[in-house]
């Protein structure tokens, strides 16, 4: 719990000055994580691009053997018969 300090009271310029730093190096802290975490969502981001392309190539690829199997079948009902 915060200490609350009375509204009429000093605060010397030591503390005022310690206050501060505290303050900036928390936020630096912060920063370099907030930083960090930015950089690896990127990194995932990138990588679940790169996994919608090879999901694409790969129904693009389905697409052309089924197109493929479909006209083998249709070729060897035209010249054997169908069945």
Request: charge should be negative.
């Amino acid at each position: 719990m915060r200490k609350q300090i009375p509204a009429n009271t000093e605060i010397d310029a030591n503390e005022k000055i310690d206050a501060i730093g505290f303050v900036l190096s928390v936020l630096e802290q912060h920063g370099k994580e907030f930083d960090r975490l930015i950089c690896k969502l990127s990194e995932i981001t990138e990588q679940l691009r790169e996994s919608d392309r090879v999901v694409c190539r790969i129904e693009a690829i389905d697409n052309k053997l089924e197109n493929l199997r479909n006209e083998v079948s249709n070729m060897t009902k035209c010249r054997f018969g169908s069945k």
